[in-house]
């Protein structure tokens, strides 16, 4: 399952200001909104583990990552606040890698689910 943006919120098990979370299957703790206002949203350049160097990331209303679990693996930070991880079949990031021509991290996810896959049938 890939979470981008409002979906990182959703995977995530803790949500800061909020008792409850909604999916819950990161362990995780997000924080919404918390680049700012919907008139605060900016594009960044993203270095992202086993993704790219440089990732044309674009940032609107984002959550970010405030704690993750010892089994989460970080893949990017901004500002050192983490934007994007991994924990399992499941990942997640704070900004919309579908508004960029960049197809990277939605390759990286694809190879996710055939990994996935592969492992059902062993």
């Given at each position: 399952m890939f979470g981008t943006c409002a979906g990182l919120?959703?995977?995530a098990k803790d949500l800061v200001g909020y008792n409850e979370s909604h999916i819950g299957v990161m362990d995780i703790k997000v924080e919404r909104n918390s680049f700012g206002r919907q008139v605060d949203s900016f594009e960044a350049d993203l270095a992202i583990k086993?993704?790219?160097e440089s990732f044309p990331a674009v940032f609107i209303?984002?959550?970010h990552i405030v704690e993750a679990g010892e089994n989460v693996e970080i893949l990017s930070k901004h500002n050192d606040r983490i934007?994007?991880?991994r924990e399992g079949q499941f990942l997640g990031c704070s900004f919309h890698p579908e508004l960029t021509?960049?197809?990277g991290l939605t390759a990286y996810f694809v190879e996710m689910v055939k990994e996935a896959r592969a492992k059902q049938f062993v």
């Open positions: 919120i959703l995977l086993d993704v790219a209303r984002a959550p934007v994007a991880a021509d960049n197809h």
